[in-house]
């Protein structure tokens, strides 16, 4: 049975478990970085601290998911692009890490940590944001990450008509897009 855990940075008992589960995660599909250049024990703990929420999904003591969601406000660069995000910056929630080993994919945990980030934050915030890569890289396929976002009831940013996508300076040759959730709004019972 698969158990969504919160977690605090100095609670998590195997960082180095979490840390070889996010490279296997970078080095697969979407991303397909097996560089080595940007390996998580150099940055995980950063982007750790920073979270306001950290879920871990786990089979028994093995880690299989993870979910870091961040106040929009704290995360730099984006605050002069809320108004092209459609998100207010101080209800808004960055989902900056989600990953699910790849040999549990399609079995419910990304839906199960996602359904833990809402829960645990309801009363905080109105609305996620997340980037991510438009194609798999190195091919023309669509990120498989982007169907899992609209079934999970986010829905692409756009711009004019047209989905907005990053695609300068570093991000040149992985173009992003992003995906926005909206809390379902009560019916006004008047
Ligand atoms: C995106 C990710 C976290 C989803 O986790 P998951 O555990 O596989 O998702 P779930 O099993 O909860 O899937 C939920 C729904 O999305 C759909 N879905 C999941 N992966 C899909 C895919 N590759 N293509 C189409 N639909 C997909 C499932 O069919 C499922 O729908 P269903 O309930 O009707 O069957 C996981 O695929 C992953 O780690 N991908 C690589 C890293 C990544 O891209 N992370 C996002 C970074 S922004």
Avoid: H
Avoid at 10 to 27: G, K, Y
Avoid at 33 to 56: F, N
Avoid at 57 to 82: D, H, I, M, N, R
């Amino acid at each position: 049975m698969v158990d969504v855990r919160l977690f605090s940075a100095s609670q998590i008992a195997d960082p180095n478990a979490l840390f070889a589960l996010i490279d296997r995660v970078q080095a697969g599909v979407p991303y397909n970085d097996t560089s080595g250049s940007m390996l998580a024990k150099e940055w995980a703990p950063k982007a750790i601290g920073d979270s306001k929420t950290v879920l871990l999904a786990f089979e028994g003591a093995k880690v299989l998911g993870y979910c870091f969601g961040q106040p929009y406000q704290s995360y730099e660069g984006f605050l002069s692009s809320a108004a092209a995000y459609d998100v207010e910056p101080e209800t808004c929630m960055y989902l900056s890490e989600f990953g699910v080993d790849a040999s549990a994919r399609n079995s419910g945990v990304g839906t199960k940590l996602l359904g833990a980030l809402i829960a645990e934050n309801d009363s905080a915030f109105e609305s996620i944001l997340v980037r991510t890569m438009l194609r798999v890289f190195g091919t023309d396929e669509p990120n498989p990450a982007i169907a899992f976002y609209e079934k999970a009831g986010f829905e692409l940013v756009r711009s004019g008509g047209d989905v907005l996508v990053e695609d300068a300076g570093r991000f040149a040759d992985r173009p992003r897009v992003f995906l926005r959730w909206r809390k379902p709004r009560l019916a006004n019972p008047t």
